[in-house]
Nanobody, 125 residues
Framework: QVRLVESGGGSVQAGGSLRLSCVAS??????MGWFRQASEKEREGVAA????????YYADSVKGRFIISLDKAKNTLYLQMHSLKPEDTAMYYC????????????????????WGQGTQVTVSS
């Protein structure tokens, strides 16, 4: 049974940090990612990682502030977020897929088959 369960969201002031976690089960995924969707906006890719080689990819808006990592022993995906800004406020989703895709599309939400339920991140100014 496919299951992705996020946790770690919350409310922080601008400049603060949060770490999101996503416990994955069900399949051996080839790539995993974090996405976010703000109110009345489309879902956007934040960061992605290939589970085999551990290559990471980031949206320009979070480069240098967010770090994606994977603990294979715990089947857990993380997103460490630093220097948070009000514009980072959104529902954050963990996603994964078992197929292979061009690395340039790893931040495209349409390339992911499995999704978690989301965890809310709110950053106040």
């Amino acid at each position: 049974q496919v299951r992705l369960v996020e946790s770690g969201g919350g409310s922080v002031q601008a400049g603060g940090s949060l770490r999101l976690s996503c416990v994955a089960s069900g399949y051996t995924y080839n790539y995993m990612g974090w996405f976010r969707q703000a109110s009345e906006k489309e879902r956007e890719g934040v960061a992605a990682i290939t589970t085999g080689g551990g290559s990471t990819y980031y949206a320009d808006s979070v480069k240098g502030r967010f770090i994606i990592s994977l603990d294979k022993a715990k089947n857990t995906l993380y997103l460490q977020m630093h220097s948070l800004k009000p514009e980072d406020t959104a529902m954050y989703y963990c996603a994964a897929d078992t197929h292979y895709t061009w690395v340039g599309s790893l931040l495209n939400p349409t390339k992911y088959s499995y999704w978690g339920q989301g965890t809310q991140v709110t950053v106040s100014s």
